[in-house]
């Protein structure tokens, strides 16, 4: 009983945290740039504040899709790799932007680390909604297309060692990638709230309480609970 407790309190501790950050880092986004408007001064210094908050608030959005999928599915590593992917982006783009790292090839990697945390997160988000049985079989195509244009777009990226060598074709791939993401990000949850209305209006299903006879006129249930029984009819008059 206390493993599955555990099991389940963890991707609830995950979201609330992942929540409270967001929420916290948002607010004092917000705060630095009201004061940065109203003082008229904007430098390095509050660039950076500004972009640290901004990446961690954006990493908990991603910690919270994750700790959502995780308490709905009850599958914890896919959550765990979407949550590593996040705060590592985070913690490069925060290091390279206070150090200002000169290194391209480190940029690269951030952002392509980027690109993926939040492409699995959009697919977390997406594969920890609960659809009619006809329409599970759209979660995966969903999942398949998100990572086909994260691959693709840090093909984009990383490909810039080696010059322009992209070819027209492969805008025209991450465009058509991007329409069919916008889709399925809009259908999915309509989907879903379709499954839930069949199943608010679904009729409940009848409750059985099984008795066993335990002497006399005493019987009991599985959890040891005694009762005593009598007939509402008589056996004569439903005849």
Not at 46 to 74: D, F, H, P
Not at 95 to 122: K, N, S
Not at 203 to 211: N, T
Request: hydrophobic content about 55%.
């Amino acid at each position: 009983m206390t493993d599955t407790n555990s099991g389940v309190a963890l991707p609830a501790r995950l979201k609330l945290v992942s929540l409270y950050c967001f929420i916290v880092f948002l607010v004092i986004s917000a705060l630095l740039a009201i004061v940065t408007v109203l003082s008229g001064n904007f430098g390095e210094f509050e660039l950076k504040v500004l972009l640290t908050t901004s990446v961690i608030a954006a990493a908990s959005v991603c910690g919270l899709c994750c700790g959502v999928y995780v308490q709905r599915n009850g599958t914890s590593w896919p959550g765990a790799i979407g949550v590593g992917l996040a705060w590592l982006a985070a913690i490069l783009f925060i290091c390279g932007a206070w150090l200002e790292v000169p290194d391209e090839g480190y940029w690269r990697v951030t952002v392509i680390l980027g690109i993926f945390a939040i492409a699995t997160a959009h697919v977390l988000s997406l594969l920890g909604l609960r659809l009619r049985p006809a329409h599970d079989w759209l979660k995966p195509i969903a999942a398949i297309t998100i990572l086909a244009l994260a691959t693709a777009v840090s093909l984009v990226v990383w490909s810039l060692f080696w010059g322009d060598w992209i070819a027209g074709g492969v805008w025209n791939l991450i465009t058509v990638l991007a329409i069919i993401c916008v889709l399925e990000t809009l259908v999915l949850p309509i989907l879903a709230r379709l499954a839930a209305a069949d199943a608010a209006n679904a009729e409940p299903a009848a409750a059985q309480l099984l008795l066993t006879h335990r002497g006399d006129d005493l019987y009991a249930d599985a959890r040891g609970r005694l009762y005593t029984v009598q007939p509402v009819t008589d056996a004569a008059d439903d005849e």
